[in-house]
């Protein structure tokens, strides 16, 4: 085996149980050395995937092979010293001990009646130091928690020295600290070679581990691409049917995906719009309570890289979007005020305001709608030389509702919303 | 640690084949007539030197011994099938007599007996293929009928093994009260009748038995894997539906030879495997071996109890192992029950 071959490949492949097809065409390859993740909401047939290679579930149409052979041509036996796998939902109902169990994967390196030689021992010795679980040597299995089990399992099936590794959900079982030790393994372990194949729920876990994620929805799986291309805010809306900001998490280097609500709680928009001046995390609660309440919402200049901007775009916000650390120029400042101006209300967030983001104040403040100010302008807030304390005078002025949180605003907001309706 | 579960292991087996050799001498020793150690010693002496004379000689030869080797082989044989049951099915309460495998043997076996009369070729290989071919095809319909939704269910399982169970008892019956010629034959076989012990059913039953124990022991790994489930044993390697079907027909082929020679004998093959497990573990290796001779000894002390509570008249062992075996079923439920 040298680096790169294609160990596992679908080509035009349909899969599923009896003669009913779970996904069909599938087309794609994982590479000896690479991690490749499947998402998908629950039912989509990632398992199924999965379970083809290992005969649980049946090649309807297309072929499917690993390591270079077609599946139907290997007997259970030459399957499982190619591939290992590590289910969803390990069983333990028999007392076995830790290592007895482990030394199960050696099966199919094992003639029908020989027993495990020292070459055998040696390899379990070295897969349960890997997956730290020498200490559970002597227990036995059925007294073990579900963590420990899991663990185990993931050791039974690196004895089985396979060339391509399954993940079925491998780490749903495990505590933050040993999933990131097991897939820092299995990462480890596709570093020097071996082929992963993993379904992952996480979407987080699939970015920062994977090389390349597929994604499968309705029946079909997507060309696997790098995680910042599979898994954008869009790609998140339509499969898992919820609305999410997905960015580069500045600690891990790879792509996040933090949901803001669920699709089916978005509701049809049926009143407002309401201005929202924000910035940087400050108006997200706003914009998702809005949503949920069905008021439209439109959220002035902001800069990508912003929170609020990708809460905004997730959301389907009006917005004008700047390049990052943008200032607002005149051309800006005017379709902001002028979509102020047609608002029913403008909520001030509780953001401080500096040269880059005042412009959204001001035009808020001089679009002549009814506002409603969060918190109050102190100092250190006002960054912008004091123009934003004297446009927050000039609102109080006005008359602006004045509230001291979120909650309070976003009541207010539809107090006024509501107050409309009921006059006309 | 392997090698001190591996002592350990033999130590029981040891134990345990030594208490069956006591258990077979006092099997010997016990009965209608109680014979004293040392004749028993110097009947076998004289049998084994082909100088045996007498009587009493005749009565520890040709009917004691007969019959509490056969009561050992019977009692091995039940345990290795519940054995083999209890790993391929995952169920600690799968043993041939609850899954209807039994029942299904005995039919096979009285058609035979029916037809074939009661000469002695028919008796001893006539009974034994009809009762195989009863027990092979028993497993593969309470199978089918616990599988419809496409998985097994230990529930499922153990009400369709009662199921067809009653089933072909009524058939059983049904033909015993058509054949009257023959019907006493079969009642008397039915009722668990080792008392129709000889030498040619010793020797049917021992081959019988190196077949059905000698090779799944070959295959003890592939047991274990068949605990973790189909599916499971299928990834790390094993050919599931063929190793299912060819442990099937093991468990069948000794289920055929102790129905065939005894009746329907319940619990044996429900209790032994389990008292064994408990002590030695799920390793197949160990645990076929072990639960052999303590199925051997359980029958061997049930035979001997049923001979003497109500001597001179003699209980069917049936009645015996169903007295200890019922509330034992009933205490695996509840423990059962308290894990979950």
């Given at each position: 085996?040298s680096?790169?071959?294609?160990?596992?490949?679908?080509?035009?492949?349909?899969?599923?149980?009896?003669?009913?097809?779970?996904?069909?065409?599938?087309?794609?390859s994982?590479?000896?050395?690479?991690?490749?993740?499947?998402?998908?909401?629950?039912?989509?047939?990632?398992?199924?995937?999965?379970?083809?290679?290992?005969?649980?579930a049946?090649?309807?149409?297309?072929?499917?092979?690993?390591?270079?052979?077609?599946?139907?041509?290997?007997?259970?036996?030459?399957?499982?010293?190619?591939?290992?796998?590590?289910?969803?939902?390990?069983t333990?109902?028999?007392?076995?001990?830790?290592?007895?169990?482990?030394?199960?994967?050696?099966?199919?390196?094992?003639?029908t009646?020989?027993?495990?030689?020292?070459?055998?021992?040696?390899?379990?010795?070295?897969?349960?130091?890997?997956?730290?679980?020498?200490?559970?040597?002597?227990?036995?299995?059925?007294?073990?928690?579900?963590?420990?089990?899991?663990?185990?399992?993931?050791?039974?099936?690196?004895?089985?020295?396979?060339?391509?590794?399954?993940?079925?959900?491998?780490?749903?079982?495990?505590?933050?600290?040993?999933?990131?030790?097991?897939?820092?393994?299995?990462?480890?372990?596709?570093?020097?070679?071996?082929?992963?194949?993993?379904?992952?729920?996480?979407?987080?876990?699939?970015?920062?581990?994977?090389?390349?994620?597929?994604?499968?929805?309705?029946?079909?799986?997507?060309?696997?691409?790098?995680?910042?291309?599979?898994?954008?805010?869009?790609?998140?809306?339509?499969?898992?049917?919820?609305?999410?900001?997905?960015?580069?998490?500045?600690?891990?280097?790879t792509?996040?995906?933090?949901?803001?609500?669920?699709?089916?709680?978005?509701?049809?928009?049926?009143?407002?719009?309401?201005?929202?001046?924000?910035?940087?995390?400050?108006?997200?609660?706003?914009?998702?309570?809005?949503?949920?309440?069905?008021?439209?919402?439109?959220?002035?200049?902001?800069?990508?890289?912003?929170?609020?901007?990708?809460?905004?775009v997730?959301?389907?916000?009006?917005l004008?979007?700047?390049?990052?650390?943008?200032?607002?120029?005149?051309?800006?400042?005017?379709?902001?005020?002028?979509a102020?101006?047609?608002?029913?209300?403008?909520?001030?967030?509780?953001?401080?305001?500096?040269?880059?983001n005042?412009?959204?104040?001001?035009?808020?403040?001089?679009?002549?709608?009814?506002?409603?100010?969060?918190?109050?302008?102190?100092?250190?807030?006002?960054?912008?030389?004091?123009?934003?304390?004297?446009?927050?005078?000039?609102?109080v002025?006005?008359?602006?509702?004045?509230?001291?949180?979120?909650?309070?605003?976003?009541?207010?907001?539809?107090?006024?919303?509501?107050?409309?309706?009921?006059?006309? | 640690?392997?090698?001190d579960?591996?002592?350990s292991?033999?130590?029981?087996?040891?134990?345990?084949?030594?208490?069956?050799?006591?258990?077979?001498?006092?099997?010997?020793?016990?009965?209608?007539?109680?014979?004293?150690?040392?004749?028993?010693?110097?009947?076998?002496?004289?049998?084994?030197?082909?100088?045996?004379?007498?009587?009493?000689?005749?009565?520890?030869?040709?009917?004691?011994?007969?019959?509490?080797?056969?009561?050992?082989?019977?009692?091995?044989?039940?345990?290795?099938?519940?054995?083999?049951?209890?790993?391929?099915?995952?169920?600690?309460?799968?043993?041939?007599?609850?899954?209807?495998?039994?029942?299904?043997?005995?039919?096979?076996?009285?058609?035979?007996?029916?037809?074939?009369?009661?000469?002695?070729l028919?008796?001893?290989?006539?009974?034994?293929?009809?009762?195989?071919?009863?027990?092979?095809?028993?497993?593969?319909?309470?199978?089918?009928?616990?599988?419809?939704?496409?998985?097994?269910?230990?529930?499922?399982?153990?009400?369709a093994?009662?199921a067809?169970?009653?089933?072909?008892?009524?058939?059983?019956?049904?033909?015993?009260?058509?054949?009257?010629?023959?019907?006493?034959?079969?009642?008397?076989?039915?009722?668990?009748?080792?008392?129709?012990?000889?030498?040619?059913?010793?020797?049917l039953?021992?081959?019988?038995?190196?077949?059905?124990?000698?090779?799944?022991?070959?295959?003890?790994?592939?047991?274990?894997?068949?605990?973790?489930?189909?599916?499971?044993?299928g990834?790390?390697?094993?050919?599931?539906?063929?190793?299912?079907?060819?442990?099937?027909?093991?468990?069948s082929?000794?289920?055929?030879?102790?129905?065939?020679?005894?009746?329907?004998?319940?619990?044996?093959?429900?209790?032994?495997?389990?008292?064994?497990?408990?002590?030695?573990?799920?390793d197949?290796?160990?645990?076929?071996?072990?639960?052999?001779?303590?199925?051997?000894?359980?029958?061997?002390?049930?035979?001997?109890?049923?001979?003497?509570?109500?001597?001179?008249?003699?209980?069917?062992?049936?009645?015996?192992?169903?007295?200890?075996?019922g509330?034992?079923?009933?205490?695996?439920?509840?423990?059962?029950?308290?894990?979950?």
């Amino acid at each position: 085996m040298s680096a790169g071959d294609v160990l596992v490949a679908f080509e035009d492949a349909s899969v599923g149980y009896g003669s009913r097809a779970v996904v069909e065409h599938v087309s794609f390859s994982v590479r000896a050395g690479e991690f490749v993740g499947l998402v998908g909401p629950n039912a989509a047939g990632k398992s199924t995937l999965l379970r083809a290679l290992t005969g649980s579930a049946s090649v309807l149409a297309g072929s499917v092979s690993l390591g270079g052979s077609p599946l139907a041509r290997l007997t259970p036996k030459e399957r499982a010293l190619l591939v290992g796998v590590v289910p969803q939902t390990p069983t333990a109902a028999f007392a076995f001990s830790a290592r007895a169990f482990v030394e199960m994967g050696r099966n199919p390196h094992l003639g029908t009646m020989q027993s495990v030689s020292a070459e055998d021992r040696a390899v379990v010795e070295d897969v349960m130091r890997l997956t730290d679980t020498e200490r559970l040597a002597a227990e036995t299995i059925d007294t073990l928690s579900g963590g420990d089990l899991q663990r185990l399992t993931v050791a039974q099936a690196l004895a089985q020295q396979p060339q391509v590794l399954l993940l079925d959900e491998a780490t749903a079982h495990l505590d933050l600290n040993h999933a990131l030790q097991v897939l820092d393994l299995v990462r480890r372990l596709a570093d020097e070679g071996l082929a992963v194949l993993g379904v992952f729920h996480d979407l987080d876990l699939a970015a920062r581990y994977s090389d390349r994620i597929a994604v499968v929805a309705a029946g079909r799986v997507r060309e696997p691409v790098e995680p910042e291309r599979a898994l954008d805010a869009a790609v998140v809306s339509d499969v898992f049917d919820v609305r999410a900001v997905v960015r580069t998490d500045p600690v891990s280097g790879t792509v996040s995906v933090t949901p803001i609500v669920r699709g089916a709680d978005v509701a049809r928009t049926t009143r407002g719009p309401v201005g929202v001046v924000c910035g940087s995390g400050s108006g997200a609660r706003v914009l998702r309570r809005l949503a949920q309440a069905g008021v439209g919402t439109s959220c002035g200049a902001l800069s990508e890289g912003d929170i609020d901007q990708a809460v905004a775009v997730a959301l389907g916000a009006d917005l004008v979007t700047l390049p990052p650390f943008g200032e607002i120029d005149a051309d800006a400042e005017e379709r902001v005020r002028s979509a102020y101006s047609t608002t029913r209300a403008c909520v001030v967030c509780d953001t401080p305001f500096g040269r880059a983001n005042v412009a959204n104040l001001r035009a808020a403040v001089r679009a002549g709608v009814p506002l409603v100010l969060v918190g109050e302008m102190t100092p250190e807030r006002d960054y912008s030389g004091g123009e934003a304390t004297a446009l927050w005078a000039e609102a109080v002025c006005a008359g602006a509702e004045r509230v001291s949180d979120e909650g309070a605003a976003i009541a207010a907001l539809l107090g006024m919303l509501d107050g409309e309706g009921h006059d006309g | 640690m392997a090698a001190d579960s591996r002592r350990s292991s033999r130590a029981v087996i040891a134990g345990l084949a030594f208490s069956l050799a006591l258990a077979v001498v006092a099997g010997v020793m016990f009965g209608a007539v109680r014979v004293p150690f040392g004749d028993v010693l110097g009947a076998l002496g004289r049998a084994l030197t082909g100088t045996a004379t007498g009587v009493g000689d005749a009565v520890i030869v040709d009917l004691r011994l007969p019959r509490v080797l056969l009561a050992a082989l019977v009692g091995a044989s039940l345990a290795t099938a519940g054995v083999l049951y209890q790993a391929l099915f995952r169920n600690a309460l799968a043993d041939p007599y609850i899954l209807g495998v039994s029942s299904g043997a005995g039919l096979g076996a009285t058609i035979m007996l029916v037809a074939g009369g009661s000469s002695l070729l028919g008796r001893v290989v006539g009974v034994p293929l009809g009762a195989f071919a009863g027990a092979l095809l028993t497993i593969t319909v309470v199978v089918r009928l616990a599988s419809r939704t496409g998985r097994l269910e230990a529930t499922s399982l153990l009400l369709a093994g009662v199921a067809v169970s009653y089933t072909l008892s009524a058939v059983t019956s049904f033909l015993m009260v058509v054949a009257r010629e023959s019907m006493q034959a079969v009642v008397f076989w039915m009722m668990g009748g080792l008392t129709g012990a000889s030498w040619p059913y010793v020797w049917l039953l021992t081959g019988l038995l190196l077949v059905g124990l000698a090779v799944p022991m070959a295959f003890s790994r592939h047991l274990d894997l068949m605990l973790l489930g189909d599916e499971r044993a299928g990834q790390l390697g094993l050919n599931v539906e063929r190793f299912k079907i060819f442990a099937l027909g093991c468990a069948s082929l000794v289920v055929a030879g102790a129905v065939s020679v005894s009746g329907l004998i319940g619990f044996v093959g429900l209790m032994t495997p389990h008292m064994v497990r408990l002590v030695l573990g799920p390793d197949h290796r160990a645990l076929l071996p072990a639960s052999a001779i303590a199925g051997a000894l359980v029958l061997v002390l049930s035979d001997l109890i049923a001979r003497i509570v109500l001597a001179p008249v003699e209980i069917p062992v049936g009645i015996v192992t169903a007295l200890a075996g019922g509330p034992f079923f009933v205490w695996l439920l509840v423990r059962k029950e308290r894990v979950r």
